[in-house]
């Protein structure tokens, strides 16, 4: 498996599209956890509330805290934080500039585009540090819903 796929259990994508849908029109986010033993898996996705000040439709945050819990919550569960993910209203599953500025390497950004309030793309994307762009993620176990 190369560095640049994703597995996501059919559960975690359906926590993330059921948080993208009661979020609209604004940005939801959540975490990412699983596992990296043969390849990047994700098992969980938890969401977490958006702490942005001002316009929830353009972007989302997530406050220090929650980021300190959710390394706690890795350790006592023994599972990995892999990433984040969030959603774009009536925007396309792309990766942002603004995405960029705050991507860390390692994790995997997962969004979802949600459109007049119905799912209609998720991708994975993932920082390639050396050159400061990212690299679309090939995402496997969607379930029955293919994108």
């Known amino acids: 498996m190369s560095d640049f796929q994703i597995n996501i259990d059919p559960e975690a994508v359906e926590t993330i599209n059921r948080h993208a849908v009661e979020a609209f029109p604004d940005e939801c986010c959540g975490f990412l956890y699983g596992h990296e033993t043969e390849g990047r898996s994700v098992t969980l996705a938890v969401p977490v509330t958006n702490s942005k000040e001002g316009d929830q439709r353009r972007r989302f945050e997530i406050s220090p805290l929650d980021y300190l819990r959710a390394e706690q ?67 496997f176990a969607l379930s029955a819903l293919t994108f």
């Not at 990766?95 to 799912?119: K, N, Q, R, W």
């Open 73 to 139: 919550f890795a350790l006592e569960n023994d599972t990995q934080l892999l990433g984040v993910y969030h959603s774009h209203p009536n925007h396309p599953a792309i990766a942002s500039a603004h995405d960029l500025v705050v991507a860390m390497p390692y994790f995997s950004y997962v969004i979802v585009s949600v459109i007049d309030g119905e799912i209609a793309d998720l991708k994975s994307w993932k920082l390639r540090d050396e050159v400061r762009e990212f690299q679309e993620e090939e995402v």
